[in-house]
């Protein structure tokens, strides 16, 4: 009997094949060999610093393998590692005479629970959190870090949530699908799995109970995962999907509608190597620089000199031929802190000082990376465009403004808050251009976690109601004519990318293996059409109906 579970897709693509199941426990007799571990609780604390700095220098070296989002995600777990706060908690917990892992275990507790009662992106940090602990137990009882077992056949990978570590070691020829049952679009588990390119459903809440031991066909176009289907079937299903991905990703440019219509399609980067990769792709720039992996593993600030060296790696492989890189500002705070930083004590953290409001306290930190930025930008000679994170007022889009013209640069604003996309058109009179970060959008318009798995249908781009801020946005560009750019993940989805474009969004930035899919799938559909399909989502009622709307007006 086939058995189909639903969860949120992710990652679109067909994949079929045996389920493997994964946990990141580590094995009781290790635990129980190991006691209660160094009695005096100097020595006990120093274990605990020498587990946690091999954990960290773990995060590092793969870190420094991989590029992009997943580069920037690894970093900050090595910074959660070796945090301070976790520390104290150990120390406090062992002078007061509990035994080296009952004090690990009550400082990890203590922080899982801050974390999940300050929601928002801070609650994503909980699954990180967890992965760290599991890994420094590890060290301590003297076993290997756990992790996802390498499969000996292309497999189907189920289980809880994967930690940041664990989804960026996976091989792609062999973990052919990630089911998770917790998670939502926009956990790190969804932006990893997306710059690998495998399909991927999450929020599928009961999977590993109704999978494990079976084979599995998982959609990552419609959240769909069915058990034991007709093998023959099911095979079938998959090589016909595989063609048409791989006739997508012959697709070479440029990016346009099926008429004509221009459509810029950009990259999301992190660091120099990420960009060097990007220009492999048609892409015409980059839409979107994530400088945090600059500063989260940095104890001190970085001088103007160390920014604009790094910034400069970044822009100079993007000079000349009318292309240009878009550069965010320092997004730290909420999940990403910064240790050089002015971080309040807050309740919760994902509606408070973070991104462009750490200027406030501080409005050197933000001037000197614009200086850094300017002196990247006039040395390497490639057009660059600044833009600033969570802005939500015109006063602080005024403010910005003035400052990145002052340096001889084009000035932008992400629209994350509802209220910009809200005051689109007032915004647009202080800035030349505006890029919507659907992640944050959609979870600050719907009022959910984007880590809930039980709101992940409300943490979906597709909701109407995101949609609607959305063409807000793009018609105040048009009025202005001013471009108006989406660099979420929702650009990353060929079908939601032909829904964009209709509603007016005249570039789609994302990352660098999704472009030919976008590119290829905008490019067979004419702007009428793209059109149709944006208003028949906004009329829909829910993000399934929304995106059935879409796909059976495809040509």
Same mark, same amino acid.
């Given at each position: 009997?086939?058995?189909?579970?639903?969860?949120?897709?992710?990652?679109?693509?067909?994949?079929?094949?045996?389920?493997?199941?994964?946990?990141?426990?580590?094995?009781?007799? &290790?635990?129980?060999?190991?006691?209660?571990?160094?009695?005096?609780?100097?020595?006990?604390?120093? &274990?605990?610093?020498?587990?946690?700095?091999?954990?960290?220098?773990?995060?590092?070296?793969?870190?420094?393998? &991989?590029?992009?989002?997943?580069?920037?995600?690894?970093?900050?777990?090595?910074?959660?590692?070796?945090?301070?706060?976790?520390?104290?908690?150990?120390?406090?917990?062992?002078?007061?005479?509990?035994?080296?892992?009952?004090?690990?275990?009550?400082?990890?507790?203590?922080?899982?629970?801050?974390?999940?009662?300050?929601?928002?992106?801070?609650?994503?940090?909980?699954?990180?959190?967890?992965?760290?602990?599991?890994?420094?137990?590890?060290?301590?009882?003297?076993?290997?870090?756990?992790?996802?077992?390498?499969?000996?056949?292309?497999?189907?990978?189920?289980?809880?949530?994967?930690?940041?570590?664990?989804?960026?070691?996976?091989?792609?020829?062999?973990?052919?699908?990630? =089911?998770?049952?917790?998670?939502?679009?926009?956990?790190?588990?969804?932006?990893?799995?997306?710059?690998?390119?495998?399909?991927?459903?999450?929020?599928?809440?009961?999977?590993?109970?109704?999978?494990?031991?079976?084979?599995?066909?998982?959609?990552?176009q419609t959240g769909t995962v069915q058990a034991d289907p007709d093998?023959?079937?099911?095979?079938?299903?998959?090589?016909?999907?595989?063609?048409?991905?791989?006739?997508?990703?012959?697709?070479?440019?440029?990016?346009?509608?099926?008429?004509? %219509?221009?459509?810029?399609?950009?990259?999301? =980067?992190?660091?120099?190597?990420?960009?060097?990769?990007?220009?492999?792709?048609?892409?015409?720039?980059?839409?979107?620089?994530?400088?945090?992996?600059?500063?989260?593993? %940095?104890?001190?600030?970085?001088?103007?000199?160390?920014?604009?060296?790094?910034?400069?790696?970044?822009?100079?492989?993007?000079?000349?031929?009318? $292309?240009?890189?878009?550069?965010?500002?320092?997004?730290?705070?909420?999940?990403?802190?910064?240790?050089f930083a002015s971080h309040p004590d807050e309740e919760n953290p994902?509606?408070?000082?973070?991104?462009?409001?750490?200027?406030?306290?501080?409005?050197?930190?933000?001037?000197?990376?614009?200086?850094?930025?300017?002196?990247?930008?006039?040395?390497?000679?490639?057009?660059?465009?600044?833009?600033?994170?969570?802005?939500?007022?015109?006063?602080?889009?005024?403010?910005?403004?003035?400052?990145?013209?002052?340096?001889?640069?084009?000035?932008?604003?992400?629209?994350?808050?509802?209220?910009?996309?809200?005051?689109?058109?007032?915004?647009?009179?202080?800035?030349?251009?505006?890029?919507?970060?659907?992640?944050?959008?959609?979870?600050?318009?719907?009022?959910?976690?984007?880590?809930?798995?039980?709101?992940?249908?409300?943490?979906?781009?597709?909701?109407?109601?995101?949609?609607?801020?959305?063409?807000?946005?793009?018609?105040?560009? $048009?009025?202005?004519?001013?471009?108006?750019?989406?660099?979420?993940?929702?650009?990353?989805?060929?079908?939601?990318?032909?829904?964009?474009?209709?509603?007016?969004?005249?570039?789609?930035?994302?990352?660098?293996?999704?472009?030919?899919?976008?590119?290829?799938?905008?490019?067979?559909?004419?702007?009428?059409?793209?059109?149709?399909?944006?208003?028949?989502?906004?009329?829909?009622?829910?993000?399934?109906?929304?995106?059935?709307?879409?796909?059976?007006?495809?040509?």
């Amino acid at each position: 009997m086939v058995t189909s579970i639903q969860g949120t897709p992710v990652v679109p693509g067909l994949a079929f094949g045996p389920v493997l199941v994964t946990s990141a426990d580590v094995s009781t007799s &290790a635990v129980e060999a190991f006691g209660g571990g160094p009695a005096d609780p100097a020595a006990a604390l120093a &274990a605990y610093d020498d587990a946690v700095g091999l954990v960290a220098d773990g995060f590092r070296a793969r870190a420094t393998a &991989a590029t992009g989002a997943t580069a920037e995600v690894l970093t900050a777990s090595a910074g959660l590692a070796t945090d301070r706060g976790m520390r104290a908690a150990v120390r406090k917990n062992l002078n007061a005479g509990q035994q080296l892992l009952p004090a690990l275990d009550a400082a990890v507790e203590q922080f899982v629970t801050v974390f999940a009662g300050m929601g928002g992106l801070m609650a994503e940090r909980v699954t990180d959190l967890r992965d760290i602990h599991a890994r420094v137990l590890a060290r301590l009882v003297g076993e290997p870090e756990p992790g996802v077992p390498v499969p000996t056949t292309p497999s189907v990978l189920v289980a809880g949530d994967l930690a940041p570590a664990d989804t960026a070691g996976l091989d792609p020829s062999l973990v052919v699908a990630i =089911v998770t049952e917790r998670g939502g679009p926009t956990s790190h588990t969804a932006i990893i799995a997306r710059q690998l390119g495998i399909p991927c459903v999450v929020g599928a809440a009961g999977a590993i109970a109704e999978l494990d031991g079976r084979t599995a066909l998982v959609d990552g176009q419609t959240g769909t995962v069915q058990a034991d289907p007709d093998h023959a079937e099911a095979e079938a299903l998959v090589a016909a999907d595989r063609a048409e991905r791989a006739a997508l990703a012959s697709w070479s440019g440029p990016g346009r509608t099926a008429d004509g %219509r221009p459509v810029k399609l950009l990259a999301n =980067v992190a660091d120099a190597a990420s960009a060097r990769a990007a220009t492999s792709e048609p892409v015409t720039g980059i839409g979107l620089f994530r400088t945090e992996l600059s500063f989260l593993d %940095r104890e001190t600030e970085p001088s103007v000199d160390e920014q604009a060296a790094i910034y400069a790696d970044v822009l100079e492989p993007y000079a000349g031929d009318g $292309r240009h890189v878009v550069v965010r500002t320092l997004d730290a705070g909420s999940d990403k802190p910064v240790a050089f930083a002015s971080h309040p004590d807050e309740e919760n953290p994902a509606l408070g000082v973070r991104g462009l409001r750490l200027a406030f306290a501080d409005p050197g930190l933000l001037h000197r990376q614009l200086d850094a930025i300017a002196i990247a930008a006039e040395r390497t000679g490639t057009e660059c465009w600044v833009m600033a994170p969570m802005v939500a007022t015109v006063a602080e889009a005024r403010d910005f403004g003035v400052a990145v013209h002052e340096r001889g640069l084009k000035a932008g604003v992400m629209v994350e808050v509802p209220s910009a996309a809200l005051l689109a058109h007032k915004v647009l009179e202080e800035v030349d251009f505006l890029s919507i970060g659907t992640n944050d959008l959609t979870q600050y318009t719907m009022a959910a976690d984007r880590m809930a798995s039980d709101l992940a249908h409300l943490t979906d781009p597709w909701q109407p109601a995101v949609l609607q801020l959305v063409a807000i946005a793009a018609e105040a560009g $048009r009025r202005a004519d001013k471009p108006v750019g989406v660099c979420g993940e929702a650009a990353a989805d060929p079908l939601l990318a032909c829904v964009l474009v209709g509603l007016g969004i005249t570039s789609l930035s994302m990352a660098a293996a999704a472009v030919r899919p976008v590119g290829a799938r905008v490019g067979g559909v004419t702007l009428g059409r793209c059109e149709e399909m944006a208003e028949a989502a906004l009329a829909a009622e829910d993000p399934a109906s929304a995106r059935e709307a879409a796909r059976v007006l495809l040509p």
